[in-house]
């Protein structure tokens, strides 16, 4: 009798654990438990690649796995935009979203994916300053200047851009309505290409990206007019903010933003968010980017989401207003 009761309690306390087994082989492994992609919509080495990068190597350290960046260039980032647009959301494949991607969307309606709809809003990761600068051979030394010598040639006084809806187009553009002037948007292939025709007198204006144009400020090779942000910028603290300089509410700063899939679980959202306030708040990183002329930014998911509502809203007015079609 005793051999019986032990064979019947020990097939009882298994029954009672055979319900714990579907459990434990339908758990799901804590995120992440594979390499996350990270993909950006422009060529190694652009300012897009490089804030990916920083942030990649202080996520992977803040998250304990592996983020990888993918270069996946062309049409201002929508190309990537649409890739990641229609990944699984799982957390798994974000994409490094620029300032440039979301105002392209606007001149291109069509493009086969919307900001808000198709992306849910993890961080904006950073931000760079963007400098009014002017051919120096023209006597031309403050924004009023620039302003009175457009006016003085209405339909004449030409801007580099590289192209229609880009960051430099739209500066131009919103200047021109809030200054009251009609200039002549020119567009180049790339950056290099409007600041070398710039110096050579070929066009009279452009909005570049601060860093980018240190040098040339420092030879006298271009001159800078004006900040286009609320405060002055660390890299040329003497140079007024456009609202110094008369043009209020004019600061349109370069950003850079990470987004998942909608859908994205919450859960994951947030450890996303945390991981990116940690990875771009790290030493190393905030010198990395200063040598890029960009500080790192820590607005929340939600606060993301509001600033991008924002901006559609802001360059759409420009566009509208500017009639700019590609």
Known sequence: ??????????????????????????AKAAFPSRPVHLVVGFTAGASSDIVAR??????????????????KPGAA??????????????GYTLFLCPLSTLTNKIVHPHE????????TPVALLATGAIVMVVDPKLDVHSVADFTALAKSKPGQVLFGTVGPGSLPDLCGELYAQRAGVKLVPVSYPGSP????DLMAGRVAMNFAIASSVLGQIA??????LAIAANKRSDLLPNVPTMAEAGI????TPLWFGLLAPAGTPQSIVEKLAEAANKAMHTTEAKELLHKQGFVPEDKTAAKFGAFIKSEIARWSV?????????
């Open 248 to 251: 209020p509410d004019f600061n």
């Open 193 to 196: 290409q409007v600041i070398i």
């Open 112 to 119: 086969p994916f919307d900001i808000v709809r198709n992306f």
């Open 77 to 90: 980032g929508s190309i990537a935009a649409g890739y990641v647009a229609h990944a699984a959301d799982d």
């Open 318 to 326: 420009v566009v509208k207003a500017s009639g700019i079609k590609t």
């Open 54 to 71: 920083i942030f990649a190597k202080g996520a992977a350290q803040a998250l304990g796995g592996d983020v990888v960046v993918e270069n």
């Open 219 to 224: 030879a006298g090779q271009v001159r800078p």
């Open 1 to 26: 009798m005793k051999l019986i009761r032990r064979r019947l309690l020990g097939l009882a306390s298994g029954m009672v654990a055979l319900p714990l087994l579907p459990r434990v082989a339908g």
